[in-house]
């Protein structure tokens, strides 16, 4: 039997940026899909978002576009009502928005008031608003699980820059709170911690922003990751949240699961 037979998926950064390769969301979205979820694909730009349905109706799945942006709680209130009227029930969220070189970030000395703000309403205001108007509705149905895409950066005293640093530590916080706060009724929440990846975001925005070519950002980001020399993929975090999203998971809560090829056991 299929690992989500039945369930019904929010998935928030379902589409991806430009570039090479395949992203988390959209990765998670075809994932959760061939398990057997119903899945509601949101994205700020609803063309990709469309694209990433077209992928899954194409194998047979089922997924829904929805455009919202989640620096607008009201964008966030819709896609949650979308989802309920559509299948009457929400069993997964799944939060994979993040920004960091493209919202501005920068180091501690150098970050300015507007983009620290743009990058912490992107990438942790905007996850606690959408649980905000999942967790009632998980509360009533006495089950759900979320997932919460944070970061290894959280962890690093080295990483350079500060907005996206101090968020996805954030995201980690929050998962805890919400975990501890609604163990009760049978909701469970965790994050994932993802190292060094090979997507669009990651790989190709490095690349525009500082003027390098793509396959040398990549071949330097490779050389860091202990395990086997090579970064992770969409589909590395997209098969660590179908777990977290699944009944096999349902006696784990709170977690910060590392996905980052022993990058964390890096010292230097």
């Known amino acids: 039997m299929p690992r989500l037979a039945g369930k019904t998926a929010i998935i ?6 430009p570039g090479e390769g395949m992203g988390n969301g959209r990765a998670t979205a075809l994932l959760f899909a061939r398990e057997g979820a119903k899945v509601l694909a949101v994205d700020h730009r609803l063309e990709s978002a469309k694209e990433t349905a077209d992928m899954v109706t194409k194998e047979g799945g089922t997924c829904v576009p929805f455009a919202a942006d989640v620096t607008k709680e009201a964008t966030l209130k819709a896609a949650v009502a979308e989802a309920m009227k559509l299948w009457g029930r929400i069993d997964v969220l ?3 928005v993040g920004v960091s070189l493209a919202g501005g970030d920068a180091s501690p000395t150098e970050i300015t008031e507007e983009a620290f703000d743009r990058v912490n309403a992107i990438n942790l205001r905007g996850t606690i608003m959408a649980c905000k108007h999942v967790i009632p509705i998980m509360r009533k149905q006495q089950s759900g699980s979320i997932i919460n895409i ?3 950066a959280a962890l690093s005293a080295n990483y350079p820059t500060v907005a996206y640093k101090t968020t996805k530590a954030g995201m ?3 998962t805890e709170q919400i975990a501890c706060q609604n163990a009760e009724y049978g909701v469970r929440a965790n994050a994932i911690l ?3 990846m090979n997507t669009p975001m990651a790989v190709d925005t490095r690349a525009r922003e500082w003027g390098k070519p ?3 950002v990549e071949a330097a980001r490779n050389a860091r990751v202990p395990l086997r020399k090579r970064m992770g993929t969409g589909w590395d975090v997209a098969y660590a949240a179908l777990f977290l999203a699944s009944d096999e998971a349902n006696f784990i809560t709170g977690i910060g699961l590392l996905v980052d090829g022993g990058g964390s056991l890096r010292k230097e």
């Open 194 to 196: 993802p190292g060094l």
């Open 214 to 216: 793509r396959a040398e």
């Open 12 to 17: 928030i950064g379902a589409g991806q940026s």
């Open 150 to 152: 944070s970061s290894v």
């Open 172 to 174: 980690v916080a929050f």
């Open 94 to 96: 799944h939060n994979n």
